[in-house]
């Protein structure tokens, strides 16, 4: 993996998490924006900005945390489990879709809602699954489905125990597109770069011929 590509992926995903937290902060905390709109307070406006912006990218950083974690499941797990990780993983994508759909809802959130949002995570990951498999193979989607589905439900576990719906809403879109920049981005972090091996290997071959040197003239001056 080519870190310096995987530090471009890193800085991407917290501007693309927190544009797009803040942009959904526009539109469901409008009504903490408009308070300072009439009349116009800039210096209020403005932390209520940087405090939306924040939290986006506090999920976001949550998002990379998780997809990391998701790096090392799928590894564990294809170990662990073989040829039936697939299957493992499908029935956990079930799992945590009916557990979405049947969790017992808040007072002031309908079962209407909670299974709005659940087809929306499910929508969403399948269009993220369907890009990795053009990208690279068939055998990507259901790894691709756990990640969008799975692992961003955790992740928003946090704000679904808290029951606030406008975080809720503030929170997915920013958790969704992370992931699914970073599930899609991938592919070209671990993508073998052959310039960049051609480098490396002329760094090696330089510092070699460096060591053989300096044990040359070592040697001579023994003698002498």
Do not use: C
Not at 35 to 62: I, W
């Amino acid at each position: 993996m080519n870190s310096r590509k995987l530090v471009q992926m890193f800085f991407k995903t917290l501007f693309i998490g927190g544009l797009i937290g803040l942009i959904t902060s526009f539109f469901v905390m409008s009504n903490e924006y408009a308070e300072y709109l009439n009349p116009v307070n800039l210096k209020e406006l403005t932390g209520v900005t940087l405090f939306f912006l924040g939290y986006a990218l506090v999920f976001t950083v949550v998002s990379q945390t998780g997809f990391f974690a998701y790096l090392f499941i799928n590894q564990y797990g294809g170990a662990l489990f073989k040829a039936l990780w697939p299957t493992v993983q499908l029935l956990l994508v079930i799992l945590v879709v009916a557990s979405l759909i049947y969790v017992p809802p808040k007072e002031f959130i309908s079962l209407s809602t909670y299974i709005l949002l659940t087809a929306i995570i499910v929508i969403f990951g399948a269009i993220v699954a369907y890009i990795k498999y053009k990208q690279t193979n068939f055998t990507a989607i259901i790894p691709a489905l756990f990640l969008m589905i799975v692992m961003t439900v955790l992740e928003w576990t946090p704000v679904l125990r808290g029951g606030d719906f406008q975080y809720m809403l503030l929170v997915l879109p920013t958790l969704l597109s992370a992931n699914a920049y970073q599930l899609i981005t991938l592919h070209y972090v671990t993508k073998v770069d052959k310039e960049h091996q051609r480098r490396q290997a002329k760094r090696l071959k330089q510092r070699e011929q460096k060591r053989k040197t300096k044990m040359n003239k070592k040697q001579q001056s023994n003698k002498s």
